[in-house]
T-cell receptor
Framework: DARVTQTPRHKVTEMGQEVTMRCQPILGHNTVFWYRQTMMQGLELLAYFRNRAPLDDSGMPKDRFSAEMPDATLATLKIQPSEPRDSAVYFC??????????????FGNGTRLTVT | EDKVVQSPLSLVVHEGDTVTLNCSYE??????LLWYKQEKKAPTFLFMLTSSGIEKKSGRLSSILDKKELFSILNITATQTGDSAVYLC??????????FGTGTRLQVFP
C-alpha cells in the first residue's frame, strides 16, 4: 500500500537548534504540501511544490523556515533557529494534480516537534 | 481571503445516533471540497465533492455539497465508537491550495 513517509516521527530539541524534517512522497505524485497542525490553529499550509518547483511558501515564517525538494523522492522542511512556538505536528502530504482541479491528498504520519 | 468554517466544534453522542457535521466556505473559483477523518495520526481521505446536489456515500457515511449556499454536510448514521475522530473539511480553489477548517471533534460513547 503506497504511503507518504515522514522522518523523524518525534523530535525534541532546544531553542536555537536546527531542525530538519524529511518526507518521501508517494511515487508518481507530482505535488507535495507541508502543513503544520496545532490545537489552536488547526492545519496551516506552510508551502507546496509541483514537479519539485516551489509554488507557494507564503505560509512560512521566511526568516527561519525553508522548504526544498532536492529530488522527486525527497522533500525537506528546515527550521533554523527553532523556537518554542514552533512546537507542533508537521505533516507532509502528496497528490497528483492534473492542472484542472484538485485531487485527494495523502498524508504522512507527521513529525511531532517539541522545542524547549 | 479563503476561509473554511466547520461546526460544531465538538459533538458527543451515543452509539447508534446519527450526526451531521457542517462545513461552510469562501474561496476564489471553487474547485472541490474534501472531507478527511483524523484519528491519532494522519488525516485519511473520505470524500471529494465537486458538483452540487450529488451525494457521495460510503457505508454509513455520506456527504453532499451545495455550491449556491457554499456549504457541505457530512452525515454519519448508526454511529459506532470507531467513528470517534476529528473530521476535517478542506476546500480547493484556483490557487490549487487546499485550505482546511479547524475540524469537528466527534466522540461516540457506547
Amino acid at each position: 500500500d503506497a504511503r507518504v513517509t515522514q522522518t523523524p516521527r518525534h523530535k525534541v530539541t532546544e531553542m536555537g537548534q536546527e531542525v530538519t524534517m524529511r518526507c518521501q512522497p508517494i511515487l508518481g505524485h507530482n505535488t507535495v504540501f507541508w502543513y503544520r497542525q496545532t490545537m489552536m490553529q488547526g492545519l496551516e499550509l506552510l508551502a507546496y511544490f509541483r514537479n519539485r518547483a516551489p509554488l507557494d511558501d507564503s505560509g512560512m515564517p521566511k526568516d527561519r523556515f525553508s522548504a526544498e525538494m532536492p529530488d522527486a523522492t525527497l522533500a525537506t522542511l528546515k527550521i533554523q533557529p527553532s523556537e518554542p512556538r514552533d512546537s507542533a505536528v508537521y505533516f507532509c502530504a502528496s497528490g497528483f494534480w492534473q492542472g484542472w482541479g484538485n485531487s485527494p491528498l495523502h498524508f504522512g504520519n507527521g513529525t511531532r516537534l517539541t522545542v524547549t | 481571503e479563503d476561509k473554511v468554517v466547520q461546526s460544531p466544534l465538538s459533538l458527543v453522542v451515543h452509539e447508534g445516533d446519527t450526526v451531521t457535521l457542517n462545513c461552510s466556505y469562501e474561496v476564489t473559483n471553487f474547485r472541490s471540497l474534501l472531507w478527511y477523518k483524523q484519528e491519532k495520526k494522519a488525516p485519511t481521505f473520505l470524500f471529494m465533492l465537486t458538483s452540487s446536489g450529488i451525494e457521495k456515500k460510503s457505508g454509513r457515511l455520506s456527504s453532499i455539497l451545495d455550491k449556491k449556499e457554499l456549504f457541505s454536510i457530512l452525515n454519519i448514521t448508526a454511529t459506532q465508537t470507531g467513528d470517534s475522530a476529528v473530521y476535517l473539511c478542506a476546500v480547493g480553489g484556483d490557487t490549487d491550495k487546499l485550505i482546511f477548517g479547524t475540524g469537528t471533534r466527534l466522540q461516540v460513547f457506547p
